[in-house]
């Protein structure tokens, strides 16, 4: 945490305490900077509203926002940092955030510096309006791919939010070792991850007693949440984000939907190309109000909700969602029986390769990997990035593992007309144990 993160915060929680108009009004001021600045800095907003005919200063109001066109992955995939990223930034200076999301396109988000120190600041506001305490021991565990935050030096020496990090790709026993040594006062992590801890716990007995349990990353459903908050007797508190933008929404103690973070985003939701009317499930498209780096307007995040028109009881003022779908990927099972989450498989295995388009990885059987790949027509050494993506692979998931390469056109949706990553035909309850 910085000092200019704890500035953020402080702003931050002062505004769920606004009026609506104000809140509104500063939306739309923010929303009309932004939209401003891509067509002026952004090559690939520029182009996208002349083709669309689109002066930036028709758009006054969360209304005119309709008048641009959506901005889908592949389209942001398809263009190159220099098309996405300010023209007066050199990308090569920036924070790189790589991300495959739940369809297996990799994707580079750039972001600066202030922009992850906001983001900071929206999921501590998220985590302090829900109990969390200045002493507070807080264990995260979750992907190592994803930068492990650390307190600066100065709040490390006052005791304030001492955090430690597990990775996601350790073995669960040991994570819960980590855990039980540690002896969190509030946990951070993926409801899977949590799930699989939990049964450990539930078989070996337990003795992690933390206060508060925040999850996120993937969709929490009522059983696993109820699993989750009656092994550890804690209050579990779901967030709903994504790479490209961090924390979109988050959990109150009423549990009654998701406050929408609309201080930092517009989120819409739409259905059959229109907005869909409250109460109504619709697709979730959003406009990033904090990253100046690399602007994402009317992005379609590919993820299902309803918007809701309900007070939330609690009297904060940031609007109430409900999340329906979203990432739907399986667990892995390495050769010696521990578990992989397909979280991981962003970037990895092929973090060194921007030619792969897509990719997919099958588990056909305990021994034996697909992996389907979708190489862009410009791509060099092929042949390289395979051996190395085996290499890792062989790695993760012990010496007898076969690994088998597809190179195919396009990556086929599943009969549920899903398009997933990672999918897995051995039974998961091979690796519980
Ligand atoms: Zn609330």
Known sequence: MSLQTVLHLSRLRKNLRRKPSELEKMQIKKLRAIVRHAYRDIPFYHRKFKNARIDPDQIRS????????FTSRSEVQAASSREMVASNLDPCRLVKRRTSGSVGQPLTVFVDEGTARFEAALWLRAMFENGLRLRDKLVVIHDPASKFLENGKWLKNLGIIRRENISILEDAKNQLALLKKNEPEVIKSYPSALAIIANLCRARGCSIKPR???????????????????????????????NEFSLLAWECGQHLGYHINSDSVVMEFINRGERAASGERGEIVCTGLVNQVMPLIRYR???????????CSCGRILPLMEVLEGRADDFLVTLDGKLVSPLIFHPYPFENSEWIKQFKIVQEKRDKLIVQLVIKEDAGDVAKIITEARVRLIELFGTGMQVEFRTVKSIERDASGKLRKIVSHVSINDGLH
């Open 62 to 69: 969360i209304e005119d926002l309709k008048k641009i066109p």
């Open 212 to 242: 508060l349990i925040f999850t996120g990353a993937e969709l929490l459903d009522e059983a696993t949440r109820e699993f989750i908050s009656s092994t550890f007797d804690a209050e579990v508190l779901d967030n709903y984000g994504c």
């Open 301 to 311: 995040v590919g993820d299902v909700g309803i918007s809701s028109d309900e007070q």
